[in-house]
């Protein structure tokens, strides 16, 4: 049995513009903004999205961020090819087809498309702002 003394809290991107990819998570996936501030000389943006906190946090003074990885499709699955976070994901209670058309009539990349997983639920995998993979599967 997991800890139960933890609790997961939230995400933590590092944004070249953290308010047009919160935009992006609010018009791609309904997300909400629950907070927009700034810490040490950073703007910080909360974004909600199926019982997560996305934080997007700009460049703080002195940083100096690498780029990301573009994710990159292999014969029988997908990877950054980089140490570290690969993804994150949710499950979508929905048609994950008619989710998936939606968004790339909006112009979202979807480096793997809809397709059976290893448990053989339908998931794909969205290309978000920052170089940032996100899984979506259907339940």
């Not at 513009?17 to 791609?28: D, G, I, L, Q, T």
């Not at 909360?46 to 997007?56: N, S």
């Not at 339908?122 to 996100?134: E, K, M, N, Q, T």
């Amino acid at each position: 049995m997991s800890n139960p003394a933890f609790k997961f809290d939230h995400v933590h991107i590092i944004s070249e513009n953290p308010r047009s990819s919160a935009e992006w998570y609010v018009e791609m996936f309904g997300a909400t903004i629950a907070a927009d501030t700034t810490a040490r000389g950073a703007p910080q943006i909360f974004v909600e999205l199926g019982g997560m906190t996305i934080l997007l946090r700009g460049r703080r003074p002195g940083e100096d961020p690498a780029p990301s990885r573009p994710i990159q499709p292999y014969v029988d699955f997908s990877s950054h090819n980089a140490w570290g976070t690969d993804h994150f994901g949710f499950m979508y209670a929905g048609d994950l087809e008619a989710l998936c058309t939606g968004l790339r009539a909006k112009g979202v990349r979807l480096p793997v498309e809809p397709k059976r997983g290893v448990t053989g639920s339908l998931l794909c995998y969205v290309a978000a702002p920052d170089g940032v993979s996100i899984e979506l599967m259907q339940c």
